[in-house]
């Protein structure tokens, strides 16, 4: 009884000390429930792959650098991006990496990454037997073939898709991306940007096909920074 009427003597002489205390605990509470909030409040990226024009190759330039093959590699993957999160966002860099073809092991070797690539042509597919073409749209480039939205602004619950292209530099011996056990496949990661700066992964089988079957896809495949080939 006694402590309960010093709390209430000490509270009344000090009201105004006691006012400014509670201010202060509303706001702290405040900023702690906005930044669990913003913590929660994320998009999430939700990444497939669509096998309809998704592999790479790797082509012979026919010269040797160092007694060593030179090569070119390139990729091409047909992704389907949906923002399953919290907040909406646009979808930013994209990222490729993959692992070069020498002897070490997968879990001591560090991946080779390359950013996206601007392809010179539309990718398309021929059918057999027929005149129709299907043409793939392009998830940021504008297409040359067909109208397409280049916008990448995700709303919550929303998805896009489109090609994505990568083409790495000139390069020798072992720079080029490894082959599975298999033969037919590679191993490749994707990191995917969005714009409060997270990043969105994927680990891929990629499938691995020859030169003239590529240049069906995109006869420009693997020369955006040099055209190796007669292109008509």
């Known amino acids: 009884m006694e402590s309960l009427k010093f709390i209430l003597k000490w509270t009344n002489e000090n009201s105004g000390f006691v006012s400014v205390l509670l201010f ?18 994320k998009p999430k990226f939700k990444i497939e792959i669509i096998d309809q024009c998704s592999f790479c190759c790797v ?12 090569h070119k590699s390139a990729f091409v993957i047909y992704i389907q991006i949906t923002n399953v999160g919290k907040a909406p966002s646009s979808i930013g860099k994209i990222k490729l990496g993959y692992y070069k073809s ?5 879990f001591l070797s560090k991946r080779n990454w390359i950013e996206e690539t601007i392809s010179k042509e539309d990718f398309k597919f021929a059918f057999e037997n027929s005149e129709n073409i299907k043409i793939f749209p392009f ?26 292209y990568f083409e790495e530099q000139e390069a ?5 991306p490894r082959e599975n056990e298999n033969e037919k496949t ?9 714009m409060f700066g997270g990043k969105h ?13 590529a240049l ?3 006869s420009y495949f693997g020369q955006t920074y040099k055209e190796y080939f007669a292109n008509k």
């Not at 082509?59 to 030179?70: E, M, Y």
């Not at 998830?139 to 994505?164: A, D, V």
């Not at 992964?201 to 079957?213: F, G, T, V």
């Open 24 to 41: 202060v605990i509303t706001l702290l509470i405040a900023w702690i429930s906005g930044f669990f909030k913003m913590l929660v409040s």
């Open 139 to 164: 998830l940021k480039q504008r297409n040359q073939l067909m109208p397409n939205e280049s916008e990448t602004y995700l709303p919550i619950g929303k998805q896009k898709n489109g090609i994505i």
């Open 102 to 106: 020498d002897f070490t092991h997968k």
């Open 59 to 70: 082509f012979d330039l026919n010269t040797k650098h160092n007694d060593l093959p030179v």
């Open 172 to 176: 020798f011996g072992s720079w080029m």
């Open 216 to 218: 069906k896809y995109n």
């Open 186 to 194: 590679t191993d490749i990661k994707l990191v995917i940007e969005d």
């Open 201 to 213: 992964r994927k680990k891929i089988k990629l499938n691995l096909i020859e030169p003239k079957d």
